[in-house]
Every structure is written in structure tokens, then in C-alpha cells.
């Protein structure tokens, strides 16, 4: 069973950065998408960037020009770097991607456990 790893979060001053990773459990066929989400306390998990499998990104207007979605060569693994932090960053933070883990096997959905990410003022 594939499962995704994060790791990253922290607590960081204002105006500082955190680099997510989320690395999947093993080798994998196939990814599309990756993304990162976030929850902050009391609202709903907002989408925050995608890489597609081309490399197009996509951002969220609240972090653009700030965060940057990157994945290594294999797509085993994406990162978010994350600069000029804000105290409205502060969430946890998951990664999420469609995935199909060996050849022939079907295509599906997963969430990492969430990182959480606090940026004080």
C-alpha cells in the first residue's frame, strides 16, 4: 500500500521560509498531478499548488510569488518551498496526488498525514 510522507513543518517566525517534502512509501508506476492543500483551524482544506505531469504549476492566489511546487526527477517526490511566510500560512499542510502504484493496477487517490505549519507574528 503506497502512502505519502511529509515532512517539513515547523514553527517559523514571519518573513521566514519552510521547505514541505512528501515522498511516496515506494516506487511507483505513475503520478499525475501533485498538489499541496492546506486546513487552517476552522476552515475548509484549500488547494495551494499543482504540478502537472508536464511541469505546469499553478498557485493559489494567496501564495503566489511566494511558494514554489517542485517534484524530483523520478515524481517520486514533491517538495513546496515556502518564503515570506505569513501568520495566515499557518495550517496543516497535505499533499495529495492520483496514483497508480505498479503497471496495470487502477488509479488512486492519496492524502499524506498533513505537516502543520505555524508562522508567528
Known amino acids: 500500500q503506497v502512502q505519502l510522507v511529509e515532512s517539513g513543518g515547523g514553527l517559523v517566525q514571519a518573513g521566514g521560509s519552510l521547505r514541505l517534502s512528501c515522498a511516496a512509501s515506494e516506487t511507483i508506476f505513475s503520478v499525475k498531478d501533485m498538489n499541496w492543500y492546506r486546513q487552517a483551524p476552522g476552515k475548509q482544506r484549500e488547494l495551494v499548488a499543482t504540478?502537472?505531469?508536464?511541469?505546469?504549476?499553478n498557485y493559489a492566489d494567496s501564495v503566489k510569488g511566494r511558494f514554489i511546487i517542485s517534484t524530483d526527477n523520478a515524481r517520486n517526490t514533491v517538495y513546496l518551498e515556502m518564503n515570506s511566510l505569513k501568520p495566515q500560512d499557518t495550517a496543516v499542510y497535505y499533499c495529495n496526488a492520483d496514483i497508480k502504484a505498479e503497471f496495470g493496477s487502477l488509479w488512486h487517490n492519496y492524502w499524506g498525514q498533513g505537516t502543520q505549519v505555524t508562522v508567528s507574528s
Open positions: 504540478i502537472t505531469r508536464s511541469g505546469t504549476t
